[in-house]
């Protein structure tokens, strides 16, 4: 079945260098979300990328759709320790109406 | 701001007993998801119900689960006879828009089986 693979699995960065999760589809995508979530929390909608190799910005964060439509990546600049937490992408399923979740990036932030 | 709200926070129950989760989704959204987590996963995909209906579901949601949308405001996941692998947190989810659109989460159920 469709599969969405994520790496790294986890990340520890020191405060204020940057990192990178990268996000691979088994399948093309019609479109890419990005999720956060918090330890103890629920996922929290970051961005949605539809056009191939789209570049969008929020801040810290740029994301990329890959010309492909079959990967992704999320790139925090500077992280501080609110960026703590798991970053998943996700894609439609193969039907119209479920998202595939990735396996997630762990990311801790030391102060 | 509108929100998905979700109850109980957490279920403790025995193996063998049904078990009913509760959602009530943003008041405008049209499309409903439930998924589950299993500590430290990924967060899976069970079934999306629209128009009253269900529109897919997953491989595990097999014939222990159902779905309901029993008035209009509230989102409902039943399992009929739990498994100690039930044992997950179980998000409902909801969107106004099938796709291109993104989904607003509730804070989850923390299922426990014994």
């Known amino acids: 079945g469709q599969q969405v693979m994520q790496i790294p699995q986890y990340q520890h960065v020191q405060e204020g260098e940057d990192f990178t999760t990268y996000c691979n589809s088994s399948t093309t995508l019609s479109n890419i979300q990005w999720y956060k979530q918090r330890p103890g929390g629920h996922p929290v909608f970051l961005i949605q990328l539809v056009k191939s190799g789209e570049v969008k910005k929020q801040k810290r964060l740029t994301f990329q759709f890959g010309e492909a439509k079959k990967n992704s990546s999320l790139h925090i600049t500077a992280t501080q320790t609110t960026d703590v937490g798991t970053y998943f992408c996700?894609?439609?399923?193969?039907?119209?109406?479920?998202?595939?979740f990735g396996t997630g990036t762990r990311l801790k932030v030391l102060a | 701001e509108p929100e998905v709200t979700q109850t109980p926070s957490h279920q403790v129950t025995q193996m063998g007993q049904e078990v009913i989760l509760r959602c009530v989704p943003i008041s405008n959204h049209l499309y409903f998801y439930w998924y589950r987590q299993i500590l430290g996963q990924k967060v899976e995909f069970l079934v999306s119900?629209?128009?009253?209906?269900?529109?897919?579901k997953s491989e595990i949601f097999d014939d222990q689960f159902s779905v309901e949308r029993p008035d209009g405001s509230n989102f409902t996941l039943k399992i009929r006879s739990t498994k100690l692998e039930d044992s997950a947190m179980y998000f409902c989810?909801?969107?106004?828009?099938?796709?291109?659109?993104?989904?607003?989460f509730g804070p989850g159920t923390r299922l426990t089986v014994l």
């Open positions: 119900f629209y128009n009253n209906e269900i529109s897919e």
């Open positions: 989810a909801s969107s106004g828009r099938v796709i291109d659109n993104e989904q607003f």
């Open positions: 996700a894609g439609p399923g193969t039907g119209t109406y479920k998202y595939i």
